[in-house]
């Protein structure tokens, strides 16, 4: 079973289209995380929600916006979309100190 | 704020040759320092981690050694393989349940046969 998910694995659209990526755990964590990887592979994070409660917001643009339906779901809404939203985009979850598990990634390429 | 700052790659090897990758930070308080390792088309996994000065995480024949004098924790493996070909990403969490983990750029490795 995988034990984090994320669909779908690629998603090609137009400048100004509205996309959302889903993200499952199955692994029983409380906190899971969304993290943008540039096309330098610069990893960086972008929300973390505990319990369904946002904790960390990294000044990302109000385009986007996450929610958590549960704490087993973190799905990443992104409006209006622009030519540097193109990346990929990881979800990851954790339980312990920071130990973190990633899904395989979400690549968004934006025309 | 925080940083990791890690050796710029790419790196390319033989089969068989020493890897070391070397990964300093800045960080207040106590930090946790991770090795995150990401192969082709795939996404991060943890490689090891340490959680206080002097600890020695090791995997899979990888070693870090977390180096508080020197706020480093260089990662090496003494005979790399063909399937060691990957990105490697070192990471810390600062002190406080905050759950952040704070990446360097990451260093590409190809290992050759």
């Known amino acids: 079973d995988t034990a984090v998910s994320q669909t779908p694995k690629y998603l090609v659209t137009q400048m100004g289209n509205d996309k959302s990526i889903k993200c499952e755990q199955n692994l029983g964590h409380d906190t899971m995380y969304w993290y943008k990887q540039d096309s330098k592979k610069f990893l960086k994070i972008m929300f973390s929600?505990?319990?369904?409660?946002?904790?960390i917001n990294e000044t990302v643009p109000n385009r986007f916006s996450p929610k958590s339906p549960d704490k087993a779901h973190l799905n990443l809404h992104i409006n209006s979309l622009e030519l540097g939203d193109s990346a990929v985009y990881f979800c990851?979850?954790?339980?312990?100190?920071?130990?973190?598990?990633f899904g395989p990634g979400t690549r968004l390429t934006v025309l | 704020g925080d940083s990791v700052t890690q050796m710029e790659g790419p790196v390319t090897l033989s089969e068989e040759a020493f890897l070391t990758i070397n990964c300093t930070y800045t960080a207040t308080g106590y930090p946790s320092l991770f090795w995150y390792v990401q192969y082709p088309g795939e996404g991060l996994q943890l490689l090891l981690k340490?959680?206080?000065?002097?600890d020695k995480g090791s995997n899979k024949g990888f070693e870090a050694t977390y180096r508080k004098e020197t706020t480093s924790f260089h990662l090496e493996k003494g005979s790399v393989q063909v399937s060691d070909s990957a990105v490697y990403f070192c990471a810390l969490s600062s002190q406080g349940g905050s759950e952040k983990l704070v990446f360097g750029k990451g260093t590409k490795l190809t290992v050759n046969p």
């Open positions: 929600y505990n319990n369904k409660e946002l904790i």
């Open positions: 340490a959680t206080k000065a002097d």
């Open positions: 990851a979850s954790s339980q312990d100190w920071a130990e973190q598990f």
